[in-house]
């Protein structure tokens, strides 16, 4: 079963509006964190938001925000007025402390396109 | 800042062969490094977890054997694919943390198999 549920594969909008890339997770631990990544053509993974328990790192300044819901274990990446160089594959990421070691398991993606 | 330097960034290796690619950590120390690897139309899958003076551990499917991982160091790992064929091909990511909970990727290394 997928731990990390990204719903949406592709997604387009036009330059300007408002984007909400929603993402579901399944864990059983209590110290958990989140991610949001972005996925450049280049091959670059550039971290955007990392949600910790009870704060949130915005690790790239912009138009980035999220909209958490513990409760519903529910985590959407909010981008707005968008850009052409906000076109790419978004992931959604989720870190779990293991006696392994930490494991960060992504969700499948969602593609988006910003057209001018 | 911290940056992760994988190469190659592209490879190509005739069915049957082995390759390797290498993970170079910089301005920071990499207590783990993680491996990953994105097949076509897939997500990113964990193939193994490599600490410094600890195991490795290597996700289900994914072994040792097929993908063994060097890791000397707080600055570099390497992981092997050996014996490549079709079902290897695609973006193998490295991540490095200095443990915290965010891992920094390289640019990846695209195999595709010939």
């Known amino acids: 079963a997928q731990k990390v549920i990204q719903v949406w594969s592709t997604t387009s909008r036009q330059e300007g509006e408002k984007l909400t890339l929603d993402c579901s997770y399944k864990?059983?631990?209590?110290?958990?964190?989140l991610f949001w990544y972005k996925h450049l053509l280049s091959g670059e993974m550039v971290l955007l938001i990392r949600q910790m328990p009870s704060t949130i790192a915005i690790e790239r300044s912009g138009r980035y925000s999220v909209v958490f819901q513990k409760s519903r274990k529910s985590i959407s990446l909010v981008i707005s007025t968008l850009q052409p160089d906000d076109s790419g594959k978004y992931f959604c990421?989720?870190?779990?402390?293991?006696?392994?070691?930490?494991?960060?398991?992504f969700g499948i993606g969602t593609r988006v396109l910003v057209r001018p | 800042g911290a940056l992760v330097y994988q190469y190659p960034r592209r490879t190509i290796c005739k069915s049957g062969t082995s390759m390797r690619m290498e993970c170079q950590a910089v301005?920071?120390?990499?207590?783990?490094v993680a491996w990953y690897r994105q097949s076509p139309q897939k997500t990113f899958e964990l193939i193994a977890l490599?600490?410094?003076?600890?195991?490795?551990?290597?996700e289900q499917n994914f072994t040792q054997e097929k993908f063994p991982i060097s890791h000397p160091n707080l600055s570099f790992s390497s992981m092997t694919v050996l014996n490549a064929y079709l079902e290897d091909r695609g973006l193998y990511l490295c991540?490095?943390?200095?443990?915290?909970?965010?891992?920094?990727f390289g640019h990846g290394t695209k195999l595709s198999v010939l």
């Open positions: 864990t059983s631990q209590v110290l958990y964190h």
């Open positions: 991540g490095a943390t200095t443990g915290d909970e965010r891992l920094f």
């Open positions: 990421a989720l870190w779990e402390p293991n006696s392994a070691g930490n494991k960060l398991t």
């Open positions: 301005g920071f120390q990499a207590t783990s």
């Open positions: 490599s600490t410094v003076n600890s195991a490795i551990k290597y």
